[in-house]
């Protein structure tokens, strides 16, 4: 009989599927606020910076359409605007944007495309970057000499000339600094292919490092960009309408940024020192060697630079004087062939008078014949203005046409002899030979374009100087026929013989023969004042010149004693280390009188622009007065003498602006020497510093060694003496089995 108990118990185990879930409504809730506040801090942090990309953007777009509305051609834009302006004229602007934004996506993506597949088939040493690299010359956008000559305000003229030579020197300054750019990224390619050599540099690397030498600079150049246009806005927004203080404001400006933009490019070797010494493998004394190399070569390339540039900015000092003088000379030519045409009148006055006094002709006759004479000059003068200024403005497009193609020939030239050196330099490693023969290239390009400008503007000259006789050939043919009708109505109305009009026409030929050897004496002595302001000019600028050399000397000596009073009170650093630190110096005064040099001359010529604007005022205000003066009888006294009180008001308000101005010049060149000189302190403190740590590593890494050396020497006694009684007792045990 079997016995079963229902209260025995057995673990059992198993699986429910469910198709649902419990929801824990206060972890749901958490969880939901915790990524609302973590979201909305990401997104107050990506924020700023999506919208400064957006803004930087925008402009980088702006620019784009700028240059693809420059790249079409005119007769495109003609028609597309003449097709746009009869269908939809209020939409104008938005269908020419989006034209213009296609066409920059295009060809956006067409320059990637071309830059990518150049890339893969350059590899090596010549390095797609380098097609980034400058090789236009200074600009040519140039006003031609017939332009500035015909002007009829002398002010404006002179303005236009200063202010082509302020643009000049800017030029200059760009394609300076674009040739130590481009020297610096040569010769430190030619130094690492000696290291490829070695196998310790390969292409790839080389390839990647001369990029992102490229890369800093195009940075650099966008950060210095980014703040000039920050701060122009911020100068425009600041001084309002104050034409005076915003050319202040901007001076300032730049003198800051020029001096950033110098510090950037300075640092530029450390940064490249620092750099391979991270990524190249190579030893640091190879680095230091290497970079003590470049510095000693670009530091001649800088000192052979000042020299080339006192010399460009004494053929522009030249070149403006000889324009200037040309200019006034000039502008006498044009007041003496309006009082000849007056003279004219006036050389008949004595004869007819004459006439009178015997009874052959009444007052009343004699006046209506000179009035008449008189008017009949005045619209032939007319006349001839007219045609003058159409014949000038002919001419001055033609010879402006000539000088851009001349100039854009000239121009290209040089960019394929520039490109085809600096391409044939790449399989060469003598960098003083390329130093020297690359500078030598460019100061004989320079030469050529400034030979070229002066030949350019001596034939505009001579062209407007045979159209100004041709002219004045013509007027006086005019003259000669007014005068002739005049005689026969004397003759007529006074039933004058032969021997009265002969002696008329004698009369009226001695005044102005006499008059003519006026003019003649009055060119004369202009030419002498000419040249005698010419020798005070060269007498002054001797005396600047040694007064900036003297300045100079001064600042070289107290830097020369403030570096060695560094340096002997820093009794750690070697021999060599101080003589690091005296070339450093050394290379940084190069640099530092090439840069305050360059900014003294270019503020000067910015002075002296802004003066010139002040002259054009004032000679608008003469021009409005001889107006006035030279039409006596409709000419307002009231009106003349306001005139005047205004023009004396100019005057004075130019001599005042003209003292502050200068003033003002001398404190900024004060400021600015005062903080290049600071900035030159805390470098070689920098450099200083680094020698120092260096110097301690060393030292530290000896007593390393000498502590190694002492403990392997205190351990090798160590077991010497524990091994001497094994040496007894072998020696024993040889004995013994002997």
């Known amino acids: ?37 973590v979201g909305a801090g990401l997104l107050a942090l990506c924020i700023p910076t999506c919208l400064r990309d957006l803004e930087k953007k925008k402009r980088q777009d702006e620019e784009e359409n700028i240059l693809v509305a420059e790249d079409v051609t005119a007769e495109t834009w003609t028609s597309e605007k003449q097709r746009i302006d009869e269908e939809a004229p209020a939409n104008n602007s938005t269908l020419r944007s989006k034209f213009a934004v296609a066409t920059a ?83 430190l390619k030619m130094k690492l292919r000696k290291m490829k050599g070695k196998g310790q540099i390969s292409d790839p ?32 927004r600041k001084c309002g309408k104050n034409k005076a203080q915003i050319d202040i404001e901007m001076d300032n400006l730049n003198i800051r940024l020029n001096a950033k933009k110098n510090q950037m490019d300075k640092d530029e ?35 052979k630079q000042g020299l080339e540039q006192a010399r460009q900015a004494q053929h522009l000092a030249d070149r403006l004087e000889k324009r200037r003088n040309l ?68 001419l001055a497009e033609k010879m402006q046409e000539r000088r851009d193609q001349r100039m854009k020939k000239l121009n290209d030239k040089h960019m394929k002899e520039k490109a085809s050196y600096l391409q044939k330099a790449e399989k060469g490693t003598n960098t003083a030979e390329f130093s020297a023969q690359y500078q030598g290239l460019l100061q004989q390009q320079q030469k050529e374009i400034e030979d070229t400008q002066t030949d350019i503007d001596q034939t505009e000259i001579q062209e407007l100087e045979k159209l100004s006789q041709n002219l004045a050939t013509q007027k006086d043919e005019n003259i000669q026929e007014t005068s002739n009708k005049m005689i026969q109505t004397v003759k007529e109305m006074g039933q004058l013989p032969d021997s009265d009009v002969k002696r008329i026409i004698k009369l009226h030929n001695l005044r102005m023969d006499a008059f003519e050897n006026q003019r003649k004496d009055e060119r ?47 009794l750690d650093l070697s021999e060599d280390a101080k003589n690091k630190i005296l070339k450093e110096h050394e290379r940084n005064m190069v640099s530092l009188n090439n840069q305050l040099s360059r900014s003294k001359a270019k503020q000067q010529l910015s002075l002296e622009n802004k003066l010139s604007e002040r002259k054009a005022r004032l000679a608008a205000i003469k021009a409005q007065q001889t107006a006035l003066m030279a039409d006596r009888e409709k000419a307002n006294e009231k009106e003349i003498q306001k005139l005047q009180d205004t023009l004396d008001q100019e005057m004075l308000q130019f001599e005042k602006e003209k003292r502050a101005a200068e003033a003002d010049l001398r404190r900024r ?19 200083i510093g680094r020698l120092e740590v260096g110097h301690a590593r060393r030292e530290a890494v000896l007593q390393k060694q000498d502590q190694t050396i002492k403990e392997l020497q205190k351990n090798i006694n160590q077991v010497y003496r524990m091994c001497t009684p094994c040496t007894g007792l072998v020696d024993l045990y040889c004995s013994t089995q002997i």
């Not at 017939?146 to 202010?163: H, M």
């Not at 490229?214 to 150049?221: C, F, M, P, T």
């Not at 004042?529 to 600042?555: C, H, S, T």
Request: charge should be negative.
């Open 669 to 687: 060149l004060a400021l600015e020497t005062e903080a290049a000189l600071a900035q030159q302190e805390k470098d070689l403190a920098t450099l």
């Open 524 to 570: 004369q002595r202009m030419m002498n004042e000419l040249m005698q302001k010419r020798e005070e000019r060269l007498k002054k600028q001797e005396e600047n010149k040694k007064q900036d050399e003297a300045e100079r000397e001064a600042i070289l000596e107290q830097q020369d004693i403030t570096v060695q009073r560094v340096l002997n009170s820093n």
């Open 327 to 394: 200019l006034a000379f000039r502008q006498l030519q044009e007041q003496q062939d309006v009082e000849k045409t007056k003279q004219e009148v006036k050389s008949y006055d004595e004869p007819l008078q004459k006439l009178v006094e015997d009874g052959k002709l009444s007052d009343k006759q004699k006046k209506e014949i000179l009035d008449q004479h008189d008017r009949n000059l005045q619209n032939l003068q007319k006349q001839h203005d007219l045609d003058k200024m159409r014949l000038q403005q002919q």
């Open 269 to 303: 070797i450390e940064t490249i020192r620092g750099e391979l010494l991270r990524t190249s493998g190579l030893s640091e004394a190879e680095i230091d060697d290497l970079v003590e190399k470049l510095k000693h070569e670009l530091s001649e390339f800088e000192r």
């Open 1 to 37: 009989m079997s016995y079963f108990d229902y209260d025995l118990c057995f673990d059992v185990s198993w699986t429910v599927e469910v198709e649902e879930f419990d929801i824990n409504k206060g972890w749901v809730a958490g969880a939901f606020f915790i990524g609302l506040f």
């Open 205 to 236: 690397y080389l390839a990647d490092f001369t990029q992102k030498i490229i890369d800093g600079r195009k940075s650099n150049n966008a950060i210095i960009d980014m703040e000039r246009q920050e701060g122009e806005e911020e100068i425009k």
């Open 105 to 187: 996506f295009f060809k956006r993506k067409k320059k990637t495309g071309d830059k990518q597949t150049e890339m893969k088939e350059k590899k090596g040493w010549v390095q797609p970057a380098d097609t980034n690299t400058n090789t236009t010359p200074a600009s040519t956008d140039t006003v031609g000499m017939v332009t500035i000559l015909t002007k009829p305000n002398s002010g404006e003229a002179d303005t236009d000339l200063t202010k082509q030579d302020l643009n000049d020197m800017d030029s200059l300054e760009n394609d300076q600094k674009e040739a130590k750019n481009d020297l610096t990224l040569k010769m």
